[in-house]
């Protein structure tokens, strides 16, 4: 079988733009207007967030990733609403990302982006995703939508039919280029 191997790329807003937003450009928020600015703290718009169609609750979560594999052989994806993925202790990710194509991941698309500590990502809904931990253990912060976390855990511990979500193993070996 052939293996494909995935470089992983420096994370910027133009590269991430087809499968969602970045959070925490310096040059974004240097420019932006802050929705309030003084002495002790600022605050700056980075984006809205979409929890879907009937407006489910949005959901914060703490993420252990651990995963450190190079070796990529399933997405998942969330059919109704942005997933946003920060690191914040621990070190860096590599968020792996692909456009869906009727239902399944369009591997042409596949890229896999490095996540440094204190930036993160937004992916639209729709978009095929897995994460992986550079070096060890990184604490991450995820928004996403309540329902979607409760359909994704019963898909991975019942092996339940996804409603809101997708797994699917890949067609072809892809190995990270670490």
Partial sequence: MDIKTLPIEALSPTSFAPYGDVMGWSADLAESEPGYRSTASDFVHQLSFDTGIDGGPAEVLWVHYR?????????????????????????????????????????????????????????????????????????????????????????????AAGGESRLTPLPVTIELGI
């Fill in 67 to 159: 995963d450190n594999s190079s070796r990529i052989d399933k997405l998942e994806m969330h059919q109704l609403t942005h997933q946003a993925v920060v690191p914040i202790h621990g070190g860096d990710l590599v968020q792996i990302v692909c456009l869906d194509h009727d239902d399944v991941p369009n591997i042409d698309s596949l890229k896999a982006f490095r996540l440094p500590q204190g930036m993160g990502v937004s992916m639209h809904p729709g978009c095929w995703h897995t994460t992986r931990a550079l070096d060890g253990d990184v604490t991450a912060l995820m928004l996403t939508r309540h329902s979607t976390t409760r359909d994704l855990v019963a898909m991975l511990t019942d092996g």
